[in-house]
Structures are given as structure tokens and as C-alpha cells.
């Protein structure tokens, strides 16, 4: 199978790729670019493990094919953190013990990002909904939920 | 002795809420899981699994699989050939079939190849040859006399004449004339309970990188609860010494009693001895529910004599539990848990295991305790409905304590069940009102908890900080409360503290982590470790000083001349102490050996309020209060995590989770679209209430808190239910349709 040629954006550094026409974006960022802060918890959908932003809209990477990034920009858990400084929610998340086993977290932590960008004062029933897609099997979410909250918070207490 | 550990003192650490240590990799995305590895050259595992819940296989033709470019090893059952006895038998079966598939999913072939595609492509080109054969995937189907044998050659000889070859083992516990009192109750009530069988659920798909060298020594690096468990089963499958294979434990994301045994590893392996490479195996979502453990599915029998004030007079149970092609011991601790709480003078539970084609079971969160309490605590509800009594007080009234008879045979030491029941009684939960189809339920849970095999080491660095090397893999923040307690124990500032996981090849063993083990043993080791360090510092501080090593004690991370003849000298920190080790006598450490006992057993109590929508039947959870004894809890918020965690997998077990077979035994709903497990959106928040009773068996008097959370919510959600329908329902999960036919049928 021949390859693609893809030029892209990720977490702000400019990034080129070869790939075939039936790869993930998830396969190409964990395989071919080895950034496996991305998980892969089902491949379909189901479980938000992958959750990533292309053009600033979140998306399983699963099921988004690695062509599709073609002069998009993408950001990962890897590109939340700036300079060292850790964001509000990765903070948060540390100070609230808002993580057991850790491997649904880079995908929440994406995913609560997404949501602060479109509504920085979120109610907790929309923070529950919004990260309806994300499955986390060890907190029970109530922790990831006070640290989405948290953030939010200090967020706006900062802008 | 293991029980008298306990020591009352005041903590400086313990109890505190400190950043966890691994938090920052499992933030930023540097923790590196199970799949997250990469070897030069490494190569890609596929395995091949039989469409049949039960086939013989006639033969099987890997030759197209083998020529095509790309391709460097294919494995069958014939490569694991001649293998042993026991439990690693039924292991590497389940790893690979020999002759036969047990069950839909079962692995039939495997082929390691330079890509993805070329190991998919290679998979199509095996052909298998069947033999199909009649199969049985529930239970009374399965014990039936007739039934298809799903696997020959189980049957223990406690199982009595006239049962089908697929009830493999019969268990009973007790005590007491159940006949007399069966007569004493004013109230006898008999019911027949069902709970369906439930996946683990972790997140994280099991994965390995294998690499096995041609001298015969391998590196295995999985996702895994315990990588001396993993070494010993698979270096016996193959056919290896265990030191000549080492295992590191990844990160691993969940695995609730799922990742304490091996499902792809030993066919990882197999694959890198055939192709002379490393070799990455990486479960799908569809492979992790048809081929890795679930837990059994039950149908339970339970009879309770109570009088008209409440007390328990006789209680019996027969549980019958499946859990896939092989054999287990799940509903032997299903039978010794039913009745734990409850301080009984006649009590007799038997259990039964039956086998049916369907995936060999794991152990998950308290095995075989949350069906067994479900059953039982449903039917003490009945009968407090029945009777017009508190359920709570009936509760408190038959409520195990020190010094009660278990039901499973030993007496139980200092016991936090009455503690508990009384918090859940004082709590505002227990009296907030109820709206319309509102309902409140509650139950006790209960588990035994464990102790074992433990080592640690702890090494004092040049510059006083202190690495402690445990070989438990983390599952839920243990590194964070093992640091904590040798923080403590050192008087020293927790972040002066690192602890890692150890591979298998640096540290002596360790049993899984599992049985909420952890926080106790490696605990308790840890403990004693830092105190063995402490008693070289005070040494080596007498020997600076020129005085009696009996004549130096420890406080606050510092030695201190003490008693009539120390003389006078200003305190010693640690660091200067660790900085002069070179000309006291080399190094400081301390290390600790132990096959941990008085691990102290768990109590929990949960409280439940829901409401029914009458139209669709859709159960909401409104408020959920947790009750449970944790001994004394370490780190709280990890501790509250565990509670948490343990009560939505109960909810979920609850309302919404089950393997669903179709009549052709093929698992209906393997992904987690039709396998819904809770999301953020099904819940309320989830309060915590933890309790201290201190276990006798740990120096700090800690518990092991990780499993008891999983017990209560299979009853209290039904029994909140029953409460808000006005009937109840004998079977898990309450779907939807199940529970608009209850009301429907009143
Ligand atoms: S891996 Fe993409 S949603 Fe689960
Ligand atoms: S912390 Fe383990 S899945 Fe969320």
C-alpha cells in the first residue's frame, strides 16, 4: 500500500508523516509519532481514551483517519502543560486526587479542556454530560468532576 | 504476632493529602502503560480466535500464514504442547486451545508479523478445521444431568453422585441446628436470586511486549497486578527457570482483580522465541470481553428464619456459580462471605461450581462476595418489609462483632461493622425525605482481605533523601501511602520519600497485588524496613558521637542522645548522618521479609436513594453515602477513591452491566456501546464517611480498603428500588424492560 504524505500541526510544532490511507490519527500519534499520551481503550468511540482537538473541536482519535490531519491543528494531553507550568485542570486534577490508575486521564483532561474554551462557568451537570463520553472505570468521576469544577473556577479567577 | 502490630501514636504524614508521586507522568502523558512500549526491530502480535463456544479442532493449516512476506512466527496450541498440571495448565489453555475450543473467542493461532496489516492479512490465511460441538452457557442448563461436558476431568470428589460432569466442585460452611431454628422464626422467607456476569471494565486493554533471547533468557514488560505471578506462570509455560525471565510491570490502567493472571503474555512470548524479535500483543476491546476474565455469573438460593423483633434465627444458601471452561474457587468465598455481617447460631451456605462454555473467569473486586451478599441482603430486606422493621436496626441487632463465630469459621477480631451501621444511622441521608418513585435501599458488604508474600527495600541516599523499592504495581496511588508511611516512620517530609515498583529481578517476591493487600503488607514491610534503617542511623550517630548505640534514639528524622550517660549533643538530621555512611561503615539501609498475617477483615454499609421513571423504567441514582471501616486511612483521598470506584462498578453490575450470550453461545455485546458501563452523566456525587477502627494487625492499624466498596450496591440499589416500585426483582441487572415488567406484573 502506498503511503500519504501529511503536513500537520501538534500541540504547536509543525510535523510531517507518512501513513496509510486506512491508519488512525490515534495509530499515527502513538506508533508513528510516539506520543502515547492517547490511549486506546476500545477503537470505537465508546470510550473518549483517545480524545484529542483538531481545529479546536474534540474528537476520539480513533476514529478519525491520520490523513484527515493534513493542515489541521491537533493538540494532545503532551501540549496542555506550557513551559514546564502545568494547566489549572492537570493541576487540579493532582491536588484532587481526581486519578486512580491514570490511563482515562490524559482523554478527560483534553476533554474538560474543549469544554472550558466554549463555557468557562459550567454547571456539574454539564461538566457530568459533556464528559458522558469518556468512560473512567476507577474514580466513580465524583473527583474528576470537583477538579473540573475546580479549574474552572480558578480559570476565571485568573482571566 | 501478627496481632498485636498496633500501636496508638499521633501522625505527622498519615492522614495528610500529599500530591501523589506518579501524578505528573499520568497528567502530562508520560506514563508509560502496558501498550506504550517500543523495542528496536519490535514486531506485531495477532491472535486468531474460534467463532464456536465449543469445537474440537481437527487440525489447523498455518502454511498460507507462514509464506507471506512479513510474517516471522505463527504459534498453535501444538507449540505449548506437553504442559504440566494444575492451575498453569488451565492457563496456558486458556492462552492458546490444544485440541479443543471452549469458548466464543477462544485463541486457536497467533502470528507475529512486521506490521499490523501483515499480522491481520496473515490471520485470514490460517485455516482452522472444526468439529462443532453442542455447547451450554448458563448454569441450571449446564448442571442438568445430559447437559454438553464442557471440559472433562474437573470433578473434585466433594461433588456428590448425580450431577452433571460440568459441576466440578461443591464447598460448604457453618454452623448450628438450622432445623430448630428455622422453627423458632415467626418469619421464614426463601428466594431464588440471579446476577449476570460482569467485566472488570479496566480501561486499559491488556498488553505486553515480549522479548525472549536465543540463550533462553526473556523481558516481558505488561500491564499487570502482579509481574512475579506473570514470571511464575509463564516462565513454568515456557519451560524456563524463573529467574532466567524478568517481568516489569508497566503502568497499568485498572484492572480490579482482571490483571492478576496472564491471557496474552505466554503467547508474546512464544511468538518472540519463534521469531527471534520482541513482539508487542495488544488486546482489542472485542478480545478483552470475550477472552479475558470476566466474573461468574450466579443463581443463589437463600433462606431466612427471623422473629418478630428482628432477629435472625436461621440462615442458609445454596450458590451456584459459572465462570467459564475451567475450574475456580470464586463461589467458595462466595459461600464464606453471604453472611459475614451477621452474628449467626445456625448458618450453612454451599456453593457449587459449574463449568459452560464461556471465558475462564478472573477474579474482580472481592470475588464471589457481591452476588452472595446481594442475595442475602435482598432477603433480609424482604423480611424487614415483611415484619414492618428498620432495616438498619435489624441490622445492628444480628450485626457481627468482636468476638462472633463467622459464618466461614474463624471469630472475628475488633470488627467495624456496628461502627458503621451506626454512622449510616446518625447520618442525615438515613432521614432525608423521598419524593414520589423515590426509594431508599441499603446493605451490608463485607470482605476478607489478605496479607502474603512481601518485600521491600528502603536505601538511605548520600544525601539523606530515601528510596523505597516495593514490587507491587500501583493501581490506585499505593506508591503515594508507601512513601507516606516510611515518611512517617523516618520523621522525615514525605517529598524526602521515593517509591517505585520494582522489576522482578531486583527485589525478592511479591504476591499480586490483590485481596486490597497492598496499603497493609507492603505497608507493614515498609514500616519495619524503616525501622531496621532507623536502628543502623541511631548506630552509625553513636559511632560519630563515641558513645553507646543503646543510648541514641530517633525523633523527627534525627538521632538524639537519650538516657543518664548519652552526654549532650545537638541532634543528628539524617542527611548528615547519610553523608558521613562512608566512613561509618558504608551504606544505609533497611529491608523487610514477610508472609504478612491479621490482614483484619472489611466492613462497609451503603446507602442508596433512587428514582424510577414508571413510563420507561429507567433507574436514576440520586444520593449514595458510603459507610467503611478503612482501620486508619493513609492517604483519605485514595482511600475515598477506592470507596467511590468500588460503589459505581456495584451500580453499574446493579442496573446496566451483563454478558449477554445469543442461543448460537456467542457473546451478544462485546464493546462498550451494548456493554454500557456507568458514565459521568448516570451519577450524583458519591460521599464518603470513612471509619477508623484500628486492625490490630498493622503498626498504624490500616485495613486494606480496596474491595468491600463493590459488595453493598448490588443490594442497596435493589432494595432502594424495590422500595420505589412498590415490588421486587430477584435478578441483576435491573434494566429498563425488567423493571417496567415488575411493575407492570406488581
Ligand atoms: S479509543 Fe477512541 S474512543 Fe475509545
Ligand atoms: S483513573 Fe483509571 S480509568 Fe479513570
Request: glycine share 12%.
Amino acid at each position: 500500500m502506498s503511503k500519504t504524505h501529511v503536513t500537520t500541526t501538534i500541540n504547536g510544532t509543525r510535523t510531517e508523516f507518512l501513513c496509510e490511507a486506512n491508519e488512525t490519527l490515534l495509530t499515527v500519534l502513538r506508533d508513528r509519532l510516539h506520543l502515547t499520551g492517547a490511549k486506546e481503550g476500545c477503537g470505537s468511540g465508546d470510550c473518549g481514551a483517545c480524545s484529542v482537538t483538531l481545529n479546536g473541536r474534540l474528537v476520539a482519535s480513533c476514529l478519525v483517519l491520520g490523513v484527515e490531519a493534513e493542515g489541521a491543528e491537533i493538540t494532545t494531553v503532551e501540549g496542555m502543560a506550557e513551559g514546564g507550568e502545568l494547566h489549572p485542570l492537570q493541576q487540579k486534577f493532582l491536588d484532587l486526587a481526581a486519578l486512580q490508575c491514570g490511563v482515562c486521564t490524559p482523554g478527560i483532561l483534553v476533554a474538560a479542556k474543549a469544554l472550558l474554551e466554549k463555557n468557562p462557568d459550567p454547571s456539574e451537570q454539564e461538566v457530568r454530560y459533556w464528559l458522558a463520553g469518556n468512560l473512567c472505570r476507577c474514580t466513580g468521576y465524583d473527583k474528576i468532576i470537583k477538579a473540573v469544577l475546580a479549574a474552572a473556577a480558578d480559570l476565571r479567577g485568573a482571566a | 504476632m501478627a496481632l498485636d502490630e498496633y500501636e496508638k501514636r499521633d501522625f505527622q504524614v498519615i492522614g495528610s493529602r500529599p500530591v501523589r508521586p506518579d501524578g505528573i507522568d499520568k497528567v502530562t502523558g508520560r506514563a508509560l502503560y502496558g501498550a506504550d512500549a517500543v523495542l528496536p526491530g519490535m514486531l506485531v502480535g495477532k491472535v486468531l480466535r474460534s467463532p464456536h463456544p465449543h469445537a474440537r479442532i481437527r487440525s489447523i493449516d498455518t502454511r498460507a500464514a507462514a509464506a507471506l512476506n512479513g510474517v516471522r512466527a505463527v504459534v498453535t496450541g501444538a507449540d505449548f504442547g506437553e504442559i504440566r498440571k494444575g492451575e498453569t495448565r488451565n492457563v496456558a489453555e486458556n492462552a492458546m486451545a490444544f485440541d479443543h475450543a471452549l469458548y466464543d473467542g477462544h485463541a486457536v493461532a497467533a502470528v507475529a508479523a512486521t506490521s499490523e496489516a501483515v499480522a491481520r492479512e496473515a490471520l485470514k490465511l490460517i485455516e482452522v478445521d472444526y468439529e462443532v460441538l453442542p455447547h451450554v452457557t448458563e448454569i441450571a442448563a449446564a448442571m442438568a444431568p445430559g447437559a454438553p461436558v464442557v471440559h472433562a476431568g474437573f470433578v473434585e470428589d466433594s461433588v456428590p453422585d448425580g450431577f452433571s460432569e460440568n459441576v466440578t466442585a461443591r464447598h460448604e460452611f457453618g454452623h448450628g441446628d438450622l432445623e430448630a431454628g428455622f422453627a423458632r422464626a415467626d418469619k421464614v422467607i426463601a428466594r431464588t436470586l440471579k446476577t449476570a456476569a460482569t467485566h472488570q471494565g479496566y480501561i486499559e486493554p491488556n498488553a505486553c511486549l515480549a522479548s525472549m533471547g536465543p540463550d533462553g533468557r526473556g523481558d516481558l514488560w505488561c500491564c499487570t497486578q502482579g509481574h512475579y505471578f506473570v514470571r511464575q506462570l509463564c516462565a513454568e509455560i515456557m519451560g524456563i527457570e524463573e529467574s532466567r525471565l524478568r517481568v516489569t510491570a508497566s503502568e497499568i490502567g485498572g484492572g480490579f482483580g482482571g490483571k492478576t493472571t496472564v491471557f496474552v503474555e505466554p503467547v508474546a512470548l512464544m511468538l518472540s522465541k519463534k521469531a527471534g524479535a520482541p513482539v508487542k500483543l495488544v488486546m482489542s476491546r472485542n478480545e478483552v470481553f470475550r477472552a479475558s476474565g470476566p466474573t461468574v455469573s450466579s443463581e443463589i438460593d437463600v433462606k431466612i428464619g427471623m422473629t418478630r423483633d428482628g432477629r435472625i434465627t436461621a440462615a442458609e444458601a445454596e450458590l451456584r456459580y459459572q465462570g467459564g471452561a475451567f475450574p475456580n474457587i470464586t463461589v467458595m468465598f462466595g459461600a464464606m462471605a453471604a453472611f459475614a455481617a451477621y452474628d449467626l447460631g445456625a448458618v450453612r451456605t454451599v456453593g457449587y461450581n459449574v463449568l459452560t462454555n464461556r471465558p475462564k473467569q478472573a477474579a474482580y473486586r472481592a470475588p464471589g462476595a457481591p452476588m452472595a451478599i446481594y442475595a442475602v441482603e435482598s432477603v433480609v430486606n424482604e423480611l424487614c418489609e415483611e415484619l414492618g422493621l428498620d432495616p438498619l436496626e435489624v441490622r445492628l441487632k444480628n450485626a457481627a462483632r468482636k468476638g462472633t463465630k463467622s459464618s466461614y469459621g474463624p471469630t472475628f477480631n475488633d470488627i467495624g461493622l456496628v461502627a458503621t451501621l451506626e454512622a449510616a444511622q446518625a447520618h442525615p441521608h438515613y432521614r432525608a425525605p423521598l419524593g414520589p418513585n423515590q426509594g431508599r435501599g441499603l446493605s451490608c458488604g463485607f470482605w476478607f482481605n489478605f496479607g502474603g508474600n512481601t518485600s521491600v527495600s528502603l536505601s538511605v541516599d548520600m544525601d539523606g533523601s530515601v528510596s523505597v523499592t516495593e514490587g507491587n504495581p500501583d493501581i490506585g496511588g499505593s506508591r503515594a501511602s508507601i512513601a507516606m508511611m516510611a515518611a512517617e516512620e523516618l520523621g522525615i517530609p514525605f517529598e524526602r520519600v521515593r517509591a517505585i515498583v520494582a522489576d522482578t529481578a531486583s527485589l525478592g517476591h511479591n504476591d499480586v497485588t490483590d485481596g486490597s493487600r497492598v496499603t497493609f503488607a507492603v505497608g507493614l514491610a515498609t514500616i519495619k524496613a524503616a525501622r531496621a534503617a532507623k536502628k543502623e542511623l541511631c548506630k552509625r550517630a553513636a559511632m560519630m558521637w563515641g558513645i553507646d548505640e543503646e543510648a541514641v534514639t530517633w525523633e523527627n528524622g534525627c538521632a538524639k542522645p537519650s538516657g543518664p550517660n548519652a552526654g549532650s549533643f545537638e541532634p543528628l538530621p539524617i542527611e548528615k548522618i547519610a553523608r558521613k555512611s562512608p566512613r561509618t561503615g558504608g551504606p544505609i539501609a533497611g529491608h523487610h521479609e514477610v508472609n504478612a498475617e491479621g490482614a483484619g477483615v472489611s466492613f462497609g454499609v451503603h446507602l442508596c436513594d433512587v428514582e424510577v421513571d414508571p413510563e420507561t423504567g429507567h433507574t436514576k441514582i440520586l444520593r449514595y453515602t458510603i459507610f467503611q471501616d478503612a482501620g486508619k486511612a493513609i492517604h483519605p483521598d485514595y482511600v475515598e477513591g477506592q470507596m467511590q470506584g468500588g460503589a459505581v462498578q456495584g451500580i453499574g453490575w446493579a442496573l446496566n452491566e451483563e454478558y449477554i450470550y445469543g442461543k448460537d453461545g456467542r457473546l451478544q455485546n462485546p464493546g462498550f456501546l451494548d456493554y454500557r458501563i456507568p458514565v459521568a452523566s448516570d451519577l450524583p456525587d458519591i460521599d464518603t464517611v470513612i471509619l477508623e477502627i484500628p486492625n490490630p494487625g498493622h503498626p498504624y492499624g490500616v485495613r486494606g480498603v480496596g474491595e468491600t466498596g463493590i459488595v453493598p450496591p448490588l443490594a442497596a440499589v435493589s432494595n432502594a428500588v424495590s422500595h420505589a416500585i412498590g415490588t421486587r426483582l430477584y435478578e441483576l441487572p435491573m434494566s429498563p424492560p425488567k423493571i417496567l415488567k415488575a411493575i407492570r406484573e406488581g
